[in-house]
């Protein structure tokens, strides 16, 4: 970590000395307690700035804290900005979030960057105590809340819709489709109630951002059914990864539905399940008939 160190040590000489940084501070592993980085881990910058175009328009800033190997824009997952990330001599990696200063206070009281800042945070450097909204704002991390039925009939619906649509792509011959939309798509809404179920199960490891330590926070049965369940660039695999994908789904949609005390969408899923496997079938029949 002794590169990480140089690099902050140069941040903070750099942000004194630059007029228009108002705020720096670190996120992420590096000021957690809780999954502190480890030798794999990068560096999380938070920059306040009033220029934030002066740095994202230029890269010979980046020059200061080291000898740049790699560096590009890339939106941010969290709080939509737009921030620069840089791979250093050695690999340390930094990610130079720039935030404008007249938002600042009004997105660092956000619920969804409070998440984050309630991880960890490291203040580096502060002028006009933007940062004071840290100590001021209870920063309690939050579950998503618990779907209405609405939402939940809502979500499974939209899943065994997607389920039957692959297929279709499948039988059409576009393989890249279908491989995106199973192993993308419908993973996407299976991992969001694979979140609920652990929220529902009241352990105490706690969901993380996307997927992040996903092997520590969801149900150890649905890790090991994870292996099977994505496939490789051929037709026969893609349809394996989609029948595997539709039955865990089901069994993890059921279980909430039952926690919830919700009538599980039966109908939809007896109905897509049955287009699936005609199609599947229809497939067969046709590569035995040219036979």
């Not at 004194?16 to 794999?40: H, L, N, Q, T």
């Not at 220029?51 to 994202?56: G, M, N, Q």
């Not at 297929?167 to 299976?190: F, I, M, P, Q």
């Not at 099977?228 to 026969?236: Q, S």
């Amino acid at each position: 970590m002794s590169d990480y160190q140089e690099i902050m040590r140069k941040v903070i000489l750099w942000g004194e000395k630059e007029d228009d940084i108002r705020s720096i501070f670190v996120v992420g592993s590096m000021a957690r307690s809780e999954k502190p980085a480890d030798e794999w881990a990068d560096m999380d910058l938070v920059i306040v700035t009033s220029d934030v175009e002066k740095w994202l328009s230029n890269e010979e800033w980046i020059n200061y804290f080291g000898n740049p190997q790699i560096s590009f824009l890339e939106g941010t997952p969290v709080g939509n900005l737009i921030e620069r990330r840089v791979m250093f001599d050695g690999a340390s990696s930094v990610d130079f979030n720039f935030l404008k200063l007249e938002i600042a206070k009004t997105f660092l009281v956000s619920e969804e960057v409070q998440n984050v800042i309630a991880r960890g945070v490291k203040v580096l450097l502060d002028k006009d105590s933007i940062t004071k909204v840290f100590h001021d704002t209870s920063s309690v991390i939050k579950n998503k809340e618990v779907p209405t039925f609405s939402e939940f009939k809502n979500d499974v619906h939209d899943f065994w819709f997607h389920a039957v649509y692959t297929a279709k792509k499948l039988r059409r011959g576009e393989l890249l489709v279908a491989k995106s939309n199973c192993d993308d798509y419908l993973k996407r809404l299976l991992i969001k109630f694979v979140k609920l179920q652990s929220m529902m199960k009241g352990t105490n490891q706690q969901s993380w951002h996307d997927v992040r330590f996903f092997e520590e926070w969801a149900d150890k049965e649905v890790v090991q059914k994870f292996q099977g369940i994505y496939g490789k660039y051929n037709e026969e695999s893609i349809w394996d990864a989609l029948f595997q994908t539709m039955e865990l789904y089901r069994k993890v949609a059921k279980q909430i539905s039952i926690e919830l005390d919700y009538d599980y969408p039966i109908i939809a899923d007896q109905s897509a399940s049955k287009l699936v496997t005609n199609y599947y079938k229809g497939r067969t029949y046709i590569m035995t008939e040219e036979k």
